[in-house]
């Protein structure tokens, strides 16, 4: 199961990851890929956001990992692995993968070779005109769930199959 969309503004980027956070499994993995300015971190922000995340959300460019406590006691962890040198780094960062309820993963192909979680979902983003292309692919039957609850939870979109919606 996949879902294709157009984001022509912040706003709409906002809103979509808002509805993916409000449909979220209790614990997921999202590794998200694209190129530097493609919305990577704006789509985590606003997820987190919607998660109930209150104050400062940064980029964990140069700290790696940034951590958010949610409602349920457990975390958010926020990773972008585009400056690390070897997929060997991961182990020193200190994660306790049992502590955390929620991945995101930007820049995921750096951390391959068995120490990142493989992922539930996977979010590409991509600039395309003005705006932004999102298509999100379910990687496990956790990633499938989550995705149609998403399509449940909006039956006018679902009934247009999940593509191109714009009218967020």
């Avoid at 294709?4 to 590794?31: E, G, K, M, N």
């Amino acid at each position: 199961m996949s879902l294709d969309r157009y984001l022509p503004d912040p706003a709409a980027t906002d809103a979509l990851a808002s509805a993916f956070a409000q449909v979220r499994p209790a614990s997921a993995i999202v590794h998200l890929q694209g190129d530097l300015g493609a919305g990577k971190s704006s789509f985590a922000r606003a997820f987190l956001r919607a998660l109930g995340v209150t104050g400062a959300i940064r980029s964990p460019t140069y700290t790696l990992v940034e951590r958010y406590p949610l409602a349920d006691g457990r975390e958010a962890l926020h990773l972008d692995l585009y400056r690390i040198g070897d997929a060997g780094e991961l182990e020193f960062l200190g994660i306790e993968p049992e502590l955390a309820a929620l991945w995101l993963i930007e820049w995921p192909e750096r951390g391959t070779g068995g120490a990142l979680p493989a992922a539930d979902l996977l979010i590409a983003l991509a600039i395309e005109g003005e705006g932004r292309r999102l298509h999100a692919t379910a990687q496990s039957p956790t990633g499938e769930a989550w995705l149609a609850a998403l399509a449940a939870a909006e039956p006018r979109k679902a009934e247009r199959k999940l593509t191109d919606v714009t009218d967020y």
